[in-house]
């Protein structure tokens, strides 16, 4: 079992992060030590980095504790999970796009301004006039 210290640092949420989970039913079935101290056992670790990883896709606490309803209601829910995840999928490819296209962007101003430092292309700017 591990103490709440210990499941923070395995799980790499905060003490307050953890503790808001907990309040909020996100980690279901949470145990208790003899002095009423939350503990945690590998299955509980291995759930709060799925939650981890549920957050870092976007998905607010609503939604969350509607995926873990679903999740403590056992395999016949697998349908509606597989749509949910489905949806955040679709949400983090285009943020993975538009992120590619901020990248390209970047490398190719990067380059521009290496070519003009370098005296192999004539300055240009779509801010300003200058003139020969």
Same mark, same amino acid.
């Given at each position: 079992?591990? *103490?709440? #210290?210990?499941?923070?640092? #395995?799980?790499?949420?905060?003490? !307050? *992060?953890?503790?808001?989970?907990?309040? $909020?039913?996100? &980690?279901?079935?949470? +145990?208790?030590?003899?002095?009423?101290?939350? &503990?945690?056992?590998?299955?509980? /670790?291995? =759930?709060?980095?799925?939650? %981890?990883?549920?957050?870092?896709?976007?998905?607010?606490?609503?939604?969350?504790?509607?995926?873990?309803?679903?999740?403590?209601?056992?395999?016949? *829910?697998?349908?509606?999970?597989?749509?949910?995840?489905?949806?955040?999928?679709?949400?983090?490819? *285009? $943020?993975?796009? $538009? &992120? $590619? !296209?901020?990248?390209?962007?970047?490398? =190719?101003?990067?380059?521009?301004?290496?070519?003009?430092?370098?005296? +192999?292309? +004539?300055?240009?700017? %779509?801010?300003?006039? /200058?003139?020969?």
């Amino acid at each position: 079992m591990f *103490t709440m #210290k210990e499941a923070c640092e #395995k799980s790499h949420l905060s003490y !307050e *992060t953890l503790k808001f989970y907990c309040n $909020q039913g996100l &980690v279901p079935n949470v +145990k208790r030590d003899k002095n009423n101290r939350r &503990v945690f056992d590998e299955r509980d /670790i291995a =759930w709060i980095n799925s939650l %981890n990883c549920l957050r870092n896709c976007g998905m607010g606490i609503s939604e969350m504790k509607e995926y873990i309803h679903l999740c403590l209601q056992g395999e016949a *829910t697998i349908p509606e999970r597989k749509v949910i995840l489905d949806i955040k999928r679709d949400a983090l490819v *285009t $943020q993975l796009k $538009q &992120v $590619q !296209e901020c990248i390209d962007y970047i490398d =190719w101003k990067q380059n521009f301004y290496d070519d003009v430092l370098s005296g +192999k292309t +004539k300055y240009f700017s %779509n801010l300003i006039d /200058i003139h020969d």
